[in-house]
């Protein structure tokens, strides 16, 4: 990954300073597929050659930035907008570059994920529809509970919405090429937070936990990644609204873990068992026998299956 840092550009309607970095590319990549996955907020369904991004940065939540990503050959540039009048210093910048990453998985090396696929026969029909994708994950763990309660028990659609209403009420907007991104209130934000409409009413407690944990530290992306992945689990359930389901998408789409085996995901685990023609359900030893050829990307080949599988045809 390189940081080289450009000052001074400025955005026309709020004047933030913007600086530019870029990140190394290994192996196939190709950024529109990574945009275009449709997986938790994200529900793209065009790609205009900018990947426009909002968050928290994870080292600090209280810190929202936006990010404009474009893919020059082997090479994604980020534009990095500030949150307020001051530019970004060297090493912010820096840390947003690594966050971005891991967000679009460009923080594993992807030549060797491609050697992997092109050794398993399956695995090489899988991957040739699509041989630059790789796994797009939620922003950070903080970002990956507050979709968990807003999202929960509803359609998708319904949860980009209410996340989107939460974002456009009390979070922070960014102009990205062009198209006005607002990204999650900061935890010291979202405890303010009395209502959104839509969301019911019992939801609201339980985005103020979150925002308390993260305030604590408790939801630190490197804290978890640290810790094994059922202690981890174990620590997430410990928030109201966040239980085995949930703290299992929040470790596999969140901590940037390429080789965590989703057990529970049951549509990975059906597009699999599809994909190797296999007529019954996995068992989960069943799984985790098959995914030992998979390391160690058996993350990644799991999302992809469940992405991909579908333009398999027949």
Do not use: K
């Not at 981890?232 to 085995?244: N, S, V, Y």
């Not at 470790?251 to 989703?262: K, T, W």
């Amino acid at each position: 990954m390189t940081t080289t840092v450009t000052s001074g550009a400025e955005l026309p309607a709020r004047h933030n300073p913007v600086q530019v970095t870029s990140l190394d590319v290994r192996g196939p990549y190709d950024l529109a597929e990574v945009a275009l996955m449709g997986f938790g907020h994200r529900d793209e369904r065009q790609f205009d050659g900018v990947m426009r991004l909002a968050f928290c940065l994870d080292t600090d939540y209280e810190t929202p930035v936006g990010v404009e990503a474009r893919q020059l050959g082997d090479r994604v540039e980020l534009t990095v907008h500030a949150p307020g009048p001051d530019p970004l210093d060297d090493a912010t910048v820096a840390l947003v570059a690594a966050q971005v990453a891991r967000v679009l998985s460009l923080d594993h090396d992807g030549a060797a994920f491609d050697a992997l696929c092109r050794r398993d026969p399956v695995l090489a029909r899988l991957h040739a529809v699509a041989p630059g994708f790789r796994p797009a994950l939620f922003y950070s763990p903080y970002e990956a509970a507050v979709w968990s309660v807003v999202s929960a028990r509803r359609p998708r659609s319904q949860g980009i919405v209410l996340r989107q209403r939460l974002c456009d009420l009390h979070g922070t907007r960014f102009e990205l090429s062009g198209v006005t991104t607002a990204a999650v209130p900061p935890p010291s934000r979202l405890r303010t937070v009395e209502s959104v409409p839509g969301l019911p009413a019992d939801r609201i407690p339980r985005l103020h936990a979150i925002a308390e944990a993260a305030q604590q530290g408790r939801l630190s992306t490197e804290r978890l990644r640290t810790m094994p992945p059922v202690e981890a689990a174990a620590e997430l359930q410990r928030l109201p609204g966040i239980g085995p389901f949930y703290s299992s998408l929040i470790i596999v789409r969140a901590l940037g873990h390429a080789d965590v085996l989703p057990v529970g995901e049951a549509h990975a685990r059906s597009a699999v068992e599809e994909l190797y023609g296999l007529g019954h359900e996995l068992s989960p030893a069943e799984l985790e026998q098959l995914a030992e050829g998979w390391r160690p990307f058996r993350t990644w080949v799991m999302v992809s299956a469940r992405a991909l599988a579908g333009r398999l045809g027949t």
